[in-house]
């Protein structure tokens, strides 16, 4: 069992910075690849970024590519998302993921664990 939980959002301006962190326990998270998906109010929850197990692969959603950054430290059992130039359109809760075996990283269904979400709200 791995758990997740998020930190790290809050309210900002458009243009700003976050950074989220998702600190994971139980058990080995390094074996698991991990990213961030988030939901607006009406709206589906869809992929933003992943980081394969070890860190040597990462993956963007175009809306966020230049913009975000994701990174984990797999001796502290977590992934970070740094979000710079935020714009309004960012708004929503994000979510952390993560999933032991290779495969689609924007899915939503092959996702072992999930945490509880945080909420990012970008005032224009």
């Known amino acids: 069992q791995v758990q997740l939980v998020e930190s790290g959002g809050g309210s900002v301006q458009a243009g700003g910075s976050l950074r989220l962190s998702c600190a994971a326990s139980g058990r080995t998270f390094s074996a698991y690849g991990g990213g961030w998906f988030r939901q607006a109010p009406g709206k589906e929850r869809e992929f933003v970024a992943w980081?394969?197990?070890?860190?040597?692969?990462?993956y963007y959603a175009d809306s966020v590519k230049g913009r975000f950054a994701i990174s984990r430290d797999n001796a502290k059992n977590t992934v970070d998302l740094q979000m710079n130039s935020l714009r309004s359109e960012d708004t929503a809760v994000y979510f952390c993921?993560?999933?032991?075996?290779?495969?689609?990283?924007?899915?939503?269904?092959?996702?072992?664990?999930w945490g509880q979400g945080t909420q990012v709200t970008v005032a224009s």
């Open positions: 993921a993560a999933q032991r075996l290779s495969g689609d990283a924007a899915s939503l269904t092959n996702k072992d664990y």
């Open positions: 980081i394969t197990s070890s860190g040597g692969g990462t």
